[in-house]
Nanobody, 119 residues
């Protein structure tokens, strides 16, 4: 299983970006899809997560500005980020807990996509 993240870039404060992360390979089902972010020298932190129940949860910093969604048919998770702030600047990583055809759920990470919020 491989995760491919995309959608990062440079945006001005107040702008928007939409991140995508697609899983490929021997995917039977995906129990959890999530986005994390990391600033150099700091631990990776959860931004938002959406389980297969589709009830999402968000970090306080993301509430009201970010929306996580998933498309099970495409094995893809999205993160719509609005009203971006300079403190949102980070590398964003997707994480999925995938049940493969062998049955055991396994965590996979995407390669990270850089988001830079600056004027």
């Amino acid at each position: 299983v491989q995760l491919q993240a995309s959608g990062g870039g440079l945006v001005q404060p107040g702008g928007s970006l939409r991140l995508s992360c697609a899983a490929s390979g021997s995917v039977f089902s995906i129990n959890l899809m999530a986005w994390y972010r990391q600033i150099p020298g700091k631990p990776r932190e959860l931004v938002a997560a959406i389980p297969d129940s589709r009830i999402p949860n968000y970090a306080d910093s993301a509430l009201g500005r970010f929306t996580i969604s998933r498309d099970n048919a495409k094995n893809t998770v999205y993160l719509q980020m609005n009203s971006l702030k300079p403190e949102d600047t980070a590398a964003y990583f997707c994480r999925m807990v995938v049940a493969t055809t062998s049955g055991t759920p396994t965590t996979y990470w995407g390669q990270g996509t850089q988001v830079t919020v600056s004027s």
